[in-house]
Nanobody, 115 residues
Framework: QVQLVESGGGLVQDGGSLRLSCATS????????MGWYRQAPGKQRDLVAR???????SYVDSVKGRFTISRDNAKKTVYLQMNSLKPEDTGVYYC?????????WGQGTQVTVSS
């Protein structure tokens, strides 16, 4: 059974930082390309950062230079370090595999950036 448990969100001011974590179970973590998704209020859920099994990373333009995705295969956990946060980063953040997301999503973690 796939379980994805996100944590680390919160309320921060414009320019602040947060570090998100996603603990996984029920998946063969080390072979999967993992991703962080963001769902802004009233919008669809979009992939914002991804990391391959070998550690190669990619980001959407809006977060490049500010967000860093990483992974710990031993802990089956993926992280998202978010710096220089902006109000437009507000949303619920989820993790899942990057290529073919599992149907079972976690509860997500809310990030709110105040101006």
């Amino acid at each position: 059974q796939v379980q994805l448990v996100e944590s680390g969100g919160g309320l921060v001011q414009d320019g602040g930082s947060l570090r998100l974590s996603c603990a996984t179970s029920g998946i063969i973590f080390f072979i999967n390309e993992m991703g962080w998704y963001r769902q802004a209020p009233g919008k669809q859920r979009d992939l914002v950062a991804r990391i391959s099994s070998g550690g190669r990373t990619s980001y959407v333009d809006s977060v490049k230079g500010r967000f860093t995705i990483s992974r710990d295969n031993a802990k089956k956990t993926v992280y998202l370090q978010m710096n220089s946060l902006k109000p437009e980063d507000t949303g619920v953040y989820y993790c899942n595999t990057a290529r073919s997301p599992f149907d079972s999503w976690g509860q997500g973690t809310q990030v709110t950036v105040s101006s």
